[in-house]
């Protein structure tokens, strides 16, 4: 799906298909739907029909001159349409892609899961919500669905764009399975959530194409202003055509100003640069989430995540690696600190959990305590079991377990041992850090405790200040005690945490922070999320999650990534940061651009204002035809800017509004000034006019 040259732009063929589509856009309906450049559009219709007129000797100016005018503003409505068209391109060649991976195919469908011998074969197309189908390895599954019974590993490629299998299984958090996948291994029971049509996949193709987006209220909004700006400048060139009108004919003399200079001075006033470029901005943002992976199911999603001010995020997989890892041994009552190391050691080399392997891992750095080998040894490991609350190995006669505090502290006393003072005191110690102790013992006498603690991912506490810095506070949700959730909140940075947490305390945090005004983001995949994500501003949703948790959300994270939060806050943020800096740029390009013409329009009519004329151009005509051809040019030279964003910078909105004064404020002042007086030196040295 990677609709990008080596470059990082545009490939071939995209940019053919937005030319093509550029002209198509030309269409009445489809130019009507941007006021703005509407404006442009029936001026440029008004120069053809001008231009007409004038061959047949009913002109104020020149055909020459009326015809060039003519075909820059058709070029100013064209550039505009390529904007939105090369904007549009990127989802179009994703919707392509997944299109390919949609296809009719055979689902085997039973009517319960223990009548796996009763298969009726229909095309996925027939299939009704609430049916139950068989997959095996190597079939597609024919439709978005939960499993309901079986574990194997599916091939999410044609969706994720990654290669790597994922595992989908009956019950929990990660039993969604999506319509146009691969079943890559074993076999799986799925009663079946959408309808043909109305899938996953569906909703999917229909977004990243563009098809199902609507207008934001932000754009909304500044679409209005836009407008009254247009018509400010309308009732502005008709008073001065009105004006001059009135002028020439007290002084006896003819109009000097043709209608043709006035239409083009209008498009040259209107706000015309974003106006072109709105469309493409939003379109682009939504594109810049789609190459994260992530969909978004509306605009107003990636606007308000513009605009979050609260992050709560998951404690496991986001701030932490996800499992806790063994990081010191603690010998007690005189124990051999190598001895114990030995013994846990010896105790994990069954366990393939990581923290048992972390153990292992520990042992080794330690103290060098390698490979063994385990046939010559004669051990008989001792698997944890949810009664024991414990695992190890015996060994020549030895008995070694670990395991938590009460349970082993209940196996030592039951063979007649005293349970160390010395390690209850460690083992609150540990847990005032927020860790998990597990005790060793060697034939019923404790010999210490490990430490295992959640490990803080690396540059989490550097995100989390930049996120402090814009004003975002950030907030760990997570299961542990209030205590473990404090010390891990501590050495994380997060601002704030929610213990113990539970759906209903989840929701009603939302709530709290929306009440007094805040805009909340939090990620989620599991159907105990669901109520809190379909109240939170920006949520989003787990691929891997179940359907009630992507149904809740308003974005679906496609790699399943936690950490991905941040990146959307990011790329919201990012969305409006360029809509604003191009809007500066716009304004501030209008306001110049009006000063550096109607000097040299006026003062054939005026004398007075050649005073104004600072830029010294060559005359009313070259003026207008100068500033008409910056006005088309700027466009396609701001359309990367529209489509890669503007840097994003982790600074408060107060100095965002100041660099973007600064940068795009004066930029679009200045720029026009250079640009008209440079392309009036070469149209008037060519001899165009």
């Known amino acids: 799906m990677n609709v990008k040259n080596k470059n990082g732009f545009i490939d071939r063929k995209m940019l053919k298909r937005a030319i093509k589509d550029s002209f198509i856009k030309l269409s009445f309906k489809t130019q009507k739907e941007n006021p703005v450049m509407f404006l442009v559009y029936l001026s440029s219709i008004l120069t053809t029909l001008l231009w007409i007129a004038s061959l047949c000797g009913y002109s104020d100016a020149s055909p020459v001159f009326i015809f060039g005018i003519t075909v820059i503003l058709w070029f100013t409505v064209l550039f505009a349409n390529f904007a939105e068209a090369i904007a549009e391109g990127r989802g179009k060649a994703q919707a392509d892609a997944l299109r390919a991976s949609k296809r009719d195919v055979e689902a085997h469908r039973i009517p319960s899961v223990n009548r796996k011998d009763q298969i009726e074969n229909v095309y996925s197309t027939a299939l009704k ?131 043709t200079s006035l239409v083009a001075l209008l498009v040259c006033l209107a706000p015309t640069t974003i106006g072109a470029l709105l469309s493409a901005i939003g379109i682009a943002g939504m594109s810049r989430l789609n190459q994260a992976n992530v969909l978004a199911m509306s ?12 992050l709560m995020l998951d404690k496991t997989g986001t701030i932490t690696l996800g499992n806790r890892q063994a990081c010191e041994f603690i010998p007690v009552d005189g124990a051999d600190m190598e001895e114990l190391a030995d013994a846990a050691q010896l105790s994990s080399l069954s366990d393939e959990t990581p ?71 460690v083992v609150e110690e540990i847990s005032h850090k927020g860790g998990t102790p597990l005790i060793v013992a060697k034939d019923f006498k404790i010999l210490g405790v490990i430490y ?80 809190a994500l379909a109240q939170a501003d920006v949520a989003v949703a787990m691929n891997t999650g179940t359907q009630a948790a992507k149904e809740a959300g308003n974005m679906v994270d496609l790699d399943s990534s936690p950490t991905k939060l941040i990146e959307v806050v990011r790329i919201g943020k990012q969305l409006l940061m360029t809509r604003g800096s191009l809007t500066t740029f716009s304004i501030a390009n209008d306001l110049a651009k009006y000063f550096a013409i109607i000097p040299a329009l006026f003062m054939g009519l005026y004398p007075g204002l050649r005073a104004l004329n600072i830029m010294h ?62 392309i009036d030196i070469i149209i008037t040295a060519l001899g165009i006019i």
């Open 617 to 678: 151009l060559h005359s009313a005509e070259s003026a207008i035809f100068s500033a008409v051809i910056y006005n088309a040019l700027i466009i396609i030279a701001l359309i990367p800017l529209a489509l890669k964003g503007v840097k994003y910078r982790e600074v408060s909105a107060s100095k965002l509004l100041t660099r973007n004064l600064l940068v795009y404020g004066a930029g679009g002042i200045i720029a026009p000034f250079i640009a008209v007086k440079v």
């Open 452 to 531: 295992l603690k959640d490990i803080i991912k690396q540059g989490v506490q550097e995100k989390f200040a930049d996120l402090r810095k814009m004003g975002i506070r950030t907030i760990m949700i997570t299961g542990d005690n209030p205590l473990t959730a404090a010390a891990i909140a501590a050495e994380a940075g997060v601002d704030d945490f929610l213990a113990e947490a539970t759906p209903e305390g989840k929701l009603q945090m939302i709530r709290d922070f929306q009440a007094k005004g805040h805009l909340v983001a939090m990620t989620g995949d599991g159907t105990n999320d669901a109520p």
């Open 355 to 425: 923290e048992g392997r972390s153990i292992v891992v520990l042992a080794k750095e330690k103290f060098n305590i390698r490979g063994r080998n385990l046939h010559e040894l004669n051990m008989e490991f001792v698997p944890f079991s949810a009664k024991t609350r414990m695992s190890g190995v015996n060994l020549n006669g030895l008995e070694i377990r670990k395991g938590a505090m009460d349970a082993i502290k209940e196996y030592v006393e039951a063979h007649g041992h005293v349970y160390s003072k010395e390690c209850q005191q």
């Open 129 to 259: 919500k609430g049916d139950i189908v068989y997959v095996e390895a190597g079939e597609q599954i024919p439709a978005d669905g939960d499993v309901i019974e079986g574990a194997a590993s599916v091939d999410e490629s044609a969706i994720t764009g990654e290669s790597a299998p994922v595992i989908r299984e009956a019950g929990g958090d990660r039993s969604a399975v999506t319509g146009g996948t691969t079943l890559i291994s074993d076999w799986l029971v799925i009663q079946v959530t959408h309808a043909s049509g109305e899938s996953f996949l569906d909703k999917m193709i229909a977004m990243v194409e563009g098809a199902a987006r609507k207008r934001t209220p932000n754009e909304i909004a500044l679409q209005i202003f836009l407008i009254a700006l247009t018509i400010i400048f309308l009732l502005v060139t008709v008073s001065l055509y009105t004006y001059s009108a009135f002028s020439a004919s007290l002084a006896g003399i003819a109009n000097p100003i043709s209608v």
């Open 299 to 310: 605009g107003r999603a990636i606007e308000a995540a513009g605009d979050v001010d609260i």
